[in-house]
């Protein structure tokens, strides 16, 4: 039964260390797909530059957007998905890392006598806010459900296809600073930026929008669009995924973006990166941005791996001495049996042998328990089993005394007859 136990304690041991080294060894992180937005946007970009790192696994989806994004992981069809700050999530999505930020810019058309958002809704102008499946259309809603405007989901881009009549005045829309569109749009004289004056107050209400001032010099020919800094919004680009996806590919995803020499990582913080904003890391990525403390998740596991394997080196070494001293055991009670049979068989010629007989038999006694001594010495035979010797040898020598004993009485009674 104990070496039952011993040896069920050893597999439980091995399983676990096992199990324990799997994020440490060879990881195969598989395929990374990612959904991202229109290939002219930046969410596809960004992912872009990632596959390019690694295009082995990494796979970029277009996509609508942030809400598509979504969509498709839930239904299994992307393992990693980016989404604006601010959008609602299941608590199943899960943050692991903020790789960028974007900036409303709310364009009118050159010439338009619209100034500022509140004129466009005293005038009751029709802003544009962005496509079906976007995160600009999640984010537009929720920011003219605090500042009410008539809204219209249209994309910038396909404005020129509208009529007149449906045709936006004012086009909200989220890019990251210097997007092609927005240099293309603002450069060629079509289109003008317009402050958010009232950004600050926008933030406190809209969740996961901040305010931001958008710095002059952007855009335009000469560079003279915004001609001074003007107040806007801005929100993170999150990279996120299901709280059921493997540790392995967290993993891999991270280190490509922080080992990335593209200039659009190069300055992400692994301080700034691991801020959720409003979404929850999971469990890999905060194991991942706490690897190089003192004492981290990471070094506490592999501590455990490695007393783990520590106290199964010293079970294996115990259970291995056992095996070999009862093997020991084993031919050493083997080699003594021949001297007991011997003394046995003594035991048997001592009744009925002569005077002359139990000489013999105590000088055979002698020779048993001296062969046995020399072999003892040797380590050949167990002490105990040696000292269970002696006690039997001693027995035999009180026999045969007791025999002799017996033959001299019997001796000197004949003599007196």
């Known amino acids: 039964m104990r070496k039952k136990g011993l040896f069920g304690i050893l597999v439980v041991l091995i399983v676990v260390s096992i199990f324990a080294m799997l994020p440490y060894g060879l990881e195969r992180p598989g395929v990374l797909r990612i959904g991202t937005g229109g290939s002219d946007g930046h969410y596809y970009k960004l992912a872009s530059l990632l596959k390019s790192d690694s295009p082995q696994h990494i796979q970029v989806l277009e996509t609508a957007g942030s809400l598509e994004n979504l969509t498709l992981l839930k239904e299994g069809q992307i393992e990693f998905a980016l989404i604006q700050s601010g959008i609602a999530v299941d608590d199943d999505v899960l943050a692991i890392a903020s790789i960028a930020e974007q900036y409303v810019h709310l364009l ?130 999150l990279l996120v995924t299901r709280a059921s996806t493997d540790a392995a590919k967290v993993r891999h995803l991270l280190n490509v973006i922080y080992a990335s020499k593209h200039s659009e990582f190069v300055e992400i913080t692994e301080a700034e990166g691991s801020r959720g904003y409003g979404v929850q890391l999971h469990p890999a990525a905060i194991s991942y941005y706490h690897r190089n403390d003192p004492i981290s998740a990471d070094k506490f596991e592999i501590g455990g791996v490695l007393l783990a394997v520590l106290i199964f080196i010293a079970s294996a070494f115990q259970y291995g001495t056992e095996k070999v ?49 020399a072999e003892w010495l040797d ?22 005394e007791v025999a002799q004993s017996q033959l001299r009485k019997q001796a000197d009674v004949d003599d007196n007859s």
Request: net charge positive; with cysteine.
């Open 108 to 237: 009118v058309e050159t010439g338009s006598p619209i100034k500022s958002l509140r004129q466009a809704r005293d005038e009751n102008a029709l802003v544009g806010i962005g496509n079906p499946g976007s995160g600009t259309l999640d984010l537009g809603k929720r920011i003219f459900e605090y500042f009410p405007m008539r809204t219209s989901a249209v994309r910038l881009s396909h404005h020129s296809h509208l009529e007149d009549d449906q045709k936006p005045q004012v086009f909200f829309s989220v890019y990251s600073l210097h997007a092609p569109l927005m240099e293309k749009l603002l450069s060629d004289g079509s289109f003008d930026l317009l402050p958010i004056s009232m950004n600050l107050s926008m933030a406190q209400h809209v969740p996961g929008c901040y305010p931001a001032e958008m710095p002059p010099y952007l855009y335009g020919k000469g560079r003279t669009i915004p001609a001074q800094p003007i107040p806007t919004l801005k929100v993170k680009t």
């Open 325 to 373: 001293n009862a093997r020991k055991l084993t031919r050493k009670r083997l080699r003594i049996r021949p001297y007991f049979k011997q003394l046995l068989e003594l035991n048997r010629a001592i009744a009925g042998a002569s005077a002359q007989e139990l000489e013999g038999i105590l000088e055979k006694i002698s020779i048993i328990q001296g062969e046995a001594e």
């Open 379 to 400: 380590d050949r035979l167990d002490t105990e089993h040696m000292e269970n010797l002696y006690v039997v040898c001693s027995a035999r020598i009180h026999q045969v």
